[in-house]
């Protein structure tokens, strides 16, 4: 439920760093980019060296205040003028552009995004009414598309491609662009430090199956190197300071595409979760360790804060019927079942090569 921080006494995460500058733009029209003009928050062509296009995601609120989903509140500021986007004074009114005071807890500077709606997009709206959110005003194809200086109203949820959103670094955009690559709305949150490379995560039950997302879940598939839902990233900024009880290093695993992160589930039993990430924050919730080797190169994938429930392929064993694609995967007590038996590894650049049907070539790591 949305609801503002001045009852909790936890520090909030620092806002994004000066490298953090993101490009805003939403699917009716990826050409097109947010940006201000004239004192108003418009569409206009992608100009990388237009500092009006450049805006900081500020998430110094993220853990105090969110929304009624759950999902942790920004503001997005405009690098040239310093000015804040503000909500509209209801559905079809323009959003506006405010002094920015970081000092001031405002609900009305706040936004959130929603779940995935489909590669990567998702929906901005009020931190406190959820069901207003950014659009593209007449950019959908039955008004005539986007153009330069189409403005950004509120409305409700329609399903348009212009109420679908990505909120991307300026450098990640470039460097896409350029290799043909596609990453998620939140997955620039590994830059910052060394390259990070995307992994596969399968189990020994199944090995011809990898981690994927899924409708906002976490499942296996058959796997599929052209499959950007089932690259993850694996996430060590932490591991230096966070360790489980057999010290085993903290990590999080953050898909690629839709830049939520894996977290805990509520239990034995129950299905782990997909989140927003934010890297700033040191979220236990989101944190996992591997154990020991537990035979071939397989290991358990654990809560880092409780060692005794492990990622589990649910009913993934044979006396379940196996792996199967959309099988889930919830957190279990270590049963030493070959469901409960994790690798993750790179993505291959020198792999080898298993044909499975005419159409398409699997590639598979080779273990050394």
């Avoid at 694996?234 to 230096?240: I, V, W």
């Avoid at 010290?247 to 989140?275: D, M, R, W």
């Avoid at 469901?339 to 050394?368: A, M, V």
Wanted: proline share 5%; with cysteine.
């Amino acid at each position: 439920m949305f609801g503002f921080g001045h009852h909790h006494k936890d520090q909030a995460p620092a806002a994004s760093g000066p490298n953090q500058i993101f490009k805003i733009y939403c699917r009716a029209s990826e050409d097109y980019c947010l940006a201000v003009r004239d004192g108003e928050v418009v569409l206009a062509p992608v100009n990388p060296k237009d500092e009006t296009q450049h805006w900081l995601k500020d998430m110094r609120f993220s853990t105090t205040v969110k929304d009624e989903e759950g999902m942790p509140a920004f503001a997005l500021v405009n690098k040239a003028t310093g000015l804040a986007v503000k909500h509209s004074i209801g559905q079809s009114h323009p959003v506006k552009l405010v002094p920015f005071n970081p000092a001031y807890e405002d609900a009305s500077v706040l936004w959130t995004e929603s779940k995935d709606v489909g590669k990567g997009f998702r929906c901005i709206r009020m931190v406190n009414n959820t069901r207003l959110n950014f659009d593209a005003l007449n950019g959908d194809k039955d008004h005539g598309g986007v153009h330069d200086g189409t403005t950004v109203v509120l409305w409700e949820w329609c399903k348009g491609d212009n109420q679908c959103w990505k909120i991307w670094p300026w450098a990640e955009a470039h460097a896409a662009v350029e290799s043909g690559a596609t990453m998620g709305n939140n997955a620039h949150a590994m830059g910052g430090g060394p390259p990070v490379h995307a992994v596969r995560i399968f189990c020994k039950a199944g090995e011809d199956y990898s981690l994927t997302a899924r409708n906002g879940t976490v499942c296996l598939a058959p796997t599929n190197p052209r499959d950007d839902y089932q690259h993850w990233i694996k996430d060590m900024r932490h591991s230096n300071k966070i360790r489980d009880e057999e010290g085993y290093p903290a990590f999080a695993i953050v898909n690629k595409v839709t830049g939520e992160c894996i977290k805990h589930s509520t239990g034995q039993g129950h299905p782990v979760k997909l989140v927003p990430y934010n890297p700033a924050y040191q979220d236990e919730s989101v944190l996992w360790t591997e154990s020991r080797d537990v035979g071939k190169g397989f290991r358990c994938v654990r809560m880092v804060n409780n060692i005794y429930l492990n990622f589990d392929a649910f009913h993934g064993d044979k006396a379940h019927g196996g792996v199967h694609d959309g099988t889930e995967v919830v957190l279990w007590k270590w049963c030493e079942g070959d469901n409960q038996r994790w690798k993750i590894l790179p993505w291959c650049k020198h792999t080898s090569t298993l044909l499975i049907s005419h159409d398409l070539c699997l590639h598979l790591c080779s273990d050394e």
